[in-house]
């Protein structure tokens, strides 16, 4: 048996260490060398797979803390050598000491969960992900990855939408993370590519229709308060305010008004907005409830992605203006609403990545939260390359030929190609 976990914990440390470009201080998840690196992943965990795969974790490892001793405890770290969470060389002895504790750290941190170094649900639920699974997932990565229709540009800004997570890159390095908050698996967030334009401050928010229909007037049947306690107001043809006790909301179905709310700290956006034009209509912004962010499973929106000092985002975005981070709080507490443009729009990119592995070797899973890593979601979840603009086409201009043998002139029309 320790012979095997041996095997096991050898493929995953020499399959990891293949020639490569050198790796640079902090290369994001999502560059040019994700694919060759997610790669080498695949092969590990296909040789573990071809070699029977980990062992399964009893669920009594969740009991377990620093210095429990006995059989539970060496079943963690057989599943945790398998993995090349822990040198084999620490099979033996039955403690669960500081050694096993950062093991687990580093299995928590590969899998996107906090790493407290103690086995709780979601920790033993991605111990007993069958690699077969994580096999697939790195698959599915490296499909999206080939068909890969994004421009890495000198800096960009990738959403990862299943790590709940967002990267700001220049120069090939990650100058800052956030965590995020995106679509609920019922309220998806897509897949895009679009250029970051400005950066608004104390924004309204304008409910979407469809949350008018699916969320506000079921709320409003129940709660005639709400929309005032919500600082929403009701607007209709020609910007005209409507009060809500005109409404007959019982029988309402297809509202004759939009929804807006107001600026301020408890805005569902927060008091910053991210302006990234697309044809989802969707964008990254602030949130009043900092609570979620606490949370491991943070798929909590209706779409838009929600983002952990988004501030300092922000700031990042403007750097070389003068709207430092200083400036933006200033504006903000001043509670006007204000339209900064950066000078050069910077491209953004939302991907669905469940499996990859980074610069340090270490590979990379997230749940897949919406059933993607399939032939066909695969398909549906790559970022496309973008279409060329269409080239500018002129008035057709009438061009004489020679006089055909009837006497006639015969006209053709010239055009731009497409």
Known sequence: MFARFCILATAVATLTTVAMPPARADEPGYGP??????????????????????????????????????PDVVALKQRLIASGDLPAAALPGEVYDATVVEAVKRFQRR????????????????????????????TATLGRLKGNGFNFAHRYVVVNIPGASVEAVEDGQVRRRHLAIVGRPD??????QANITSVNLNPYWTAPMSIVKADIIPRMRKEPGFLARANMKLIGAENREIDPA????????????????????TNSLGQLKIDMPNGEAVY???TPKKVLFRSDLRFNSSGCARIEGVRDLAAWLLEGSEW??????????????????????TPVAWV???????????????????????????????????????????????????????????????????
């Open 352 to 418: 669905y990545l469940t499996g990859w592995q980074g610069a340090d070797g270490q590979t990379q899973f997230r749940d897949d939260i919406y059933g993607l890593d399939n032939p066909v979601g695969v398909v549906l979840s790559t970022i496309q390359p973008r279409k060329p603009r269409p080239k500018a086409i002129s008035a057709p201009q009438p061009v004489v030929s020679p006089v055909t043998a009837i006497g006639t002139p015969h006209f053709t029309t010239r055009t731009a190609s497409n």
């Open 111 to 138: 899998h996107g969960l906090s790493d407290l170094g103690t086995v709780g649900r979601l920790t033993l639920k991605a111990m007993n992900t069958p690699v077969e699974t994580r096999v697939n997932q790195l």
């Open 324 to 345: 430092s981070r200083q400036a933006i709080e200033d504006s903000i507490a001043k509670g006007e609403r204000k339209n900064v443009q950066l000078r050069k729009s």
């Open 284 to 286: 990254m912004h602030d």
């Open 33 to 70: 060398n994700t694919y060759e690196r997610t790669l080498q992943a695949l092969a590990a965990h296909e040789k573990i797979a071809s070699q029977g795969g980990w062992p399964k974790t009893p669920g009594s490892v969740t009991a377990l803390k620093l210095d429990s001793q006995g």
């Open 246 to 265: 005109s409404v007959d909301w019982a029988t309402l179905v297809n509202p004759y008004f939009y929804v807006r709310q107001e600026p301020g700290p």
């Open 187 to 192: 309220r998806p967030s897509p897949v895009l």
